[in-house]
């Protein structure tokens, strides 16, 4: 029973000793942080802040408080990239001219146009049968306007 109790003394000295030397190291592991500061600008989508980052240890973090916001894209005029057909969408792009991010958008398909009134789409020169200048409801804006005059001299 001696001999128990004296392995067991001596192993609680030694957890002792050995917690006593791992909070001094630990302790000499804290670092009294020396931190610079460094203005980050803003970008098109993120805000600015202040980064600070200890000289000593590496330890860094970000302050936002008195960082401006972010800038939004400045984007250049619309380029086709595709031009539209009466049979497919085209397509347009527009690329920033700070962080060159781009942005896409849809040129919706064009409809048979017949300018000239040949029968032939000006387009896809597509044979119509009619021609698309004149508007089905032509006759009836004509017939609109006709009795709106006739009303006007009736009355005149």
Known sequence: MKNVRKTVSLILVAAMVFSFFALTA???DVCNHNY???LVAPTCVEDGYTLYVCGNCGDNYKDYKNGRPALGHTYGSWKVLVKATCEEEGYEQRDCSVCGASEVKTIGILTHTDADTNGKCDYCNTELGFHSSVSPF?????LFNFIRQWFADLFA
């Open 26 to 28: 630990a302790a000499a």
């Open 36 to 38: 610079s500061a460094t």
């Open 138 to 142: 032509d006759w009836l804006i004509a």
